[in-house]
């Protein structure tokens, strides 16, 4: 059973579809990173996961109970956009705003367990600073009251749309610490969408890639690792004969013919071997090199744009034939 499933979701704005179509699986104890460019309909899937917008179309289950329009699930957490915060009000009482409204027994003891568990309490621990209305807090403590408030009434989901943004190197890294730490002890399944995809390769579990309101891949961690493996490129002086003697003397391997003639090898391929196959047949090696993808690369590939790079007269290190080799799903 998945923690959040889409299936065929649909959101249109005055004729224009937004959401199209979108198949979304986030396994429950998953962190799931979110992709894509802006408008790609992030942040607008994340609104209907959370009711705050009904479909056009499509179903939306969370713990496998389907979701009717614009119903919120209990099970859900969220941080859309920016902090809902209450500028004049401090941290605490903010967080027992939100908590009193969720008929939460006890709300002063569980405000403060938010405020310990995000590293609030730190940042508050006189009662000149625990008065301190929030409006004067720093983008990261900020952020850090936004995911209080998400997780009062200690949900089984967290939705983040862009977290990270405007924070600096610290406070990001505090921010993505406090997520896997969530995670680990907590069991709490997170969906996070952000731009900045260093952060995400280094916590999330899963991925999945929003193209035009329509899910490219989903793939896990590891299928990413294997698709940005690395490889050999061949260039020589016959490849369409290159190509042919390893295939045939090397079958595991996959092939692909990028442009320029340039032949790229996948898969267990010994560079030793792969020069002596081709010059005891005559087959002169000009260029035969070791390179390793990027997963930027490969997101920009599968978000569409590769053309826009090339476009711009950026060097693209996309490819345009799609290799032998299976990816995941």
Same mark, same amino acid.
């Given at each position: 059973m998945h923690?959040i499933?889409t #299936?065929?979701? $649909?959101?249109?704005?005055?004729?224009?579809?937004v959401?199209r179509?979108?198949?979304l699986? $986030?396994?429950?104890?998953d962190? &799931?990173?979110?992709?894509g460019?802006?408008? @790609?309909?992030?942040?607008? =899937?994340?609104?209907?996961?959370?009711? !705050?917008?009904?479909? =056009?179309a499509?179903e939306i /289950?969370?713990?496998?109970?389907?979701l009717?329009p614009?119903?919120? @699930?209990?099970?859900?957490?969220?941080?859309?956009e920016?902090?809902?915060? &209450?500028?004049?009000l401090?941290?605490?009482d903010?967080?027992m705003?939100?908590?009193?409204?969720?008929?939460i $027994?006890?709300a002063r003891?569980?405000?403060?367990?938010?405020?310990?568990?995000?590293?609030l309490?730190?940042h508050?621990?006189?009662?000149?600073?625990?008065?301190?209305?929030?409006? /004067?807090? @720093?983008?990261?403590m900020?952020?850090?009251?936004?995911?209080?408030?998400?997780?009062?009434?200690?949900?089984?989901?967290?939705?983040?749309d862009?977290?990270?943004?405007?924070?600096?190197p610290e406070?990001?890294?505090?921010?993505?610490e406090?997520?896997v +730490?969530?995670?680990?002890?907590?069991?709490? *399944?997170v969906?996070i969408?952000?731009?900045i995809?260093?952060?995400?390769?280094r %916590?999330?579990?899963?991925y999945?890639?929003i193209a035009?309101?329509?899910?490219a /891949?989903?793939? =896990?961690?590891?299928?990413?690792?294997? #698709?940005?493996?690395?490889?050999?490129?061949? #260039?020589?002086?016959e490849?369409a +004969?290159? !190509?042919?003697?390893?295939?045939? +003397?090397?079958?595991?391997l996959?092939?692909?013919?990028l442009?320029?003639d340039?032949?790229k090898?996948?898969g267990?391929?010994d560079?030793?071997l %792969?020069?002596?196959i081709?010059?005891?047949?005559?087959v002169?090696?000009?260029?035969?090199h070791?390179t390793?993808?990027d997963?930027?690369?490969?997101?920009v590939?599968?978000m569409?744009?590769?053309?826009?790079?090339t476009? *711009?007269? #950026?060097t693209?290190a996309?490819?345009?034939q799609?290799?032998r080799?299976p990816?995941?799903r």
């Open positions: 923690a499933e #299936a065929g979701l $649909v959101k249109s704005f005055r004729g224009r579809r959401i179509d979108l198949n699986h $986030v396994g429950r104890g962190i &799931y990173g979110f992709i460019k802006n408008g @790609s309909g992030k942040s607008t =899937t994340m609104k209907l996961i959370c009711g !705050l917008m009904p479909a =056009t499509g /289950r969370v713990m496998g109970q389907p009717a614009c119903e919120a @699930s209990p099970l859900v957490g969220s941080l859309i920016a902090p809902g915060i &209450y500028p004049n401090s941290a605490f903010n967080l705003v939100k908590a009193l409204a969720l008929g $027994v006890d003891a569980h405000a403060a367990e938010l405020l310990e568990t995000v590293g309490n730190a508050v621990p006189g009662a000149s600073r625990a008065r301190e209305k929030a409006k /004067r807090f @720093s983008m990261g900020k952020q850090r009251l936004g995911l209080a408030l998400a997780l009062a009434g200690n949900p089984d989901i967290l939705l983040l862009e977290p990270l943004n405007g924070l600096d406070g990001a890294r505090n921010l993505r406090l997520i +730490r969530l995670n680990r002890e907590r069991g709490v *399944t969906l969408s952000s731009h995809l260093d952060q995400l390769e %916590i999330c579990t899963r999945g890639v035009d309101g329509h899910m /891949r989903e793939l =896990t961690a590891e299928e990413l690792d294997a #698709a940005c493996a690395s490889c050999l490129e061949l #260039a020589c002086s490849p +004969r290159a !190509l042919a003697l390893i295939d045939e +003397r090397c079958p595991e996959d092939l692909t013919v442009p320029g340039v032949i090898i996948e267990p391929a560079q030793a %792969i020069g002596e081709l010059m005891s047949e005559g002169a090696v000009t260029d035969l070791r390793e993808r997963a930027e690369s490969f997101f590939e599968l569409g744009g590769a053309e826009e790079r476009a *711009t007269g #950026a693209s996309s490819n345009p799609r290799p080799r990816f995941g």
